[in-house]
Antibody, heavy 126, light 111 residues
Framework: QLQLQESGPGLVKPSETLSLTCTVSGGSVSSSGYYWGWIRQPPGKGLDWLGSIYYSGNTYYNPSLKRRVTISVDTSKNQFSLKLTSVTAADTAVYYC??????????????????WGQGTLVTVSS | QSVLTQPPSASGTPGQRITISCSGSTSNIGSNTVTWYQQLPGTAPKLLIYNDNQRPSGVPDRFSGSKSGTAASLAISGLQSEDEADYYCASWDDSLDGHVVFGGGTKLTVL
């Protein structure tokens, strides 16, 4: 079955760039009809969507983070990646990648994430 | 401050029926469908309800979702100890070119 796995440094210094990769197995990032997304969860807090990408490269981002977030896809490696610039302690979180199913029916957007990766903790500290 | 509003906590005893509310606005729940996720302690969130009231394969029918106007609810009947988890609602928001919004989460305790 489809599985996603996040990878990347667990520690990033303030003001530097956080970079994570999500490797997809049991399926293809080039599958039509699916976006691929990043969601994070600060320790003890709720979920925060960062952004999503389609295999064609079409992206959309959380408006509050748009200036700092870049998501890219590498179909040859079956991976998609996240870059978050100018990080601070507030960016310390567990970062999850997930497949996003999105469609429109009668004008209503139907959108959900499934499955999710296990998550990776990224700590921002000097 | 989350765009969707959930109570921070809920509780019930085994066998009881409980509901968790999720309040939004016309740009999200009022226009688009609602999704619910279950996050067991120390694990990644798992899809629980999609399209307002649809259950993925493998989710017990004790879990049900409903929506009216700009509010949604998750109901759990026949509460079990293994249902103790955090529950999040989510929806697409049409404002600002469109984006995903989550509720702040509700921690369910089974007494």
């Amino acid at each position: 079955q489809l599985q996603l796995q996040e990878s990347g440094p667990g520690l990033v210094k303030p003001s530097e760039t956080l970079s994570l990769t999500c490797t997809v197995s049991g399926g293809s990032v080039s599958s039509s009809g699916y976006y691929w997304g990043w969601i994070r969860q600060p320790p003890g807090k709720g979920l925060d969507w960062l952004g999503s990408i389609y295999y064609s490269g079409n992206t959309y981002y959380n408006p509050s983070l748009k200036r700092r977030v870049t998501i890219s896809v590498d179909t040859s490696k079956n991976q998609f990646s996240l870059k978050l610039t100018s990080v601070t302690a507030a960016d310390t979180a567990v970062y999850y990648c997930a497949r996003q199913d999105q469609s429109i029916l009668a004008g209503a957007v139907r959108d959900w994430f499934d499955p999710w990766g296990q998550g990776t903790l990224v700590t921002v500290s000097s | 401050q989350s765009v969707l509003t959930q109570p921070p906590s809920a509780s019930g005893t085994p066998g009881q029926r409980i509901t968790i509310s999720c309040s939004g606005s016309t740009s999200n729940i009022g226009s688009n469908t609602v999704t619910w996720y279950q996050q067991l302690p120390g694990t990644a969130p798992k899809l629980l309800i999609y399209n307002d009231n649809q259950r993925p394969s493998g989710v017990p029918d004790r879990f049900s979702g409903s929506k009216s106007g700009t509010a949604a609810s998750l109901a759990i009947s026949g509460l079990q100890s293994e249902d103790e988890a955090d529950y999040y609602c989510a929806s697409w928001d049409d404002s600002l070119d469109g984006h995903v919004v989550f509720g702040g989460g509700t921690k369910l305790t089974v007494l």
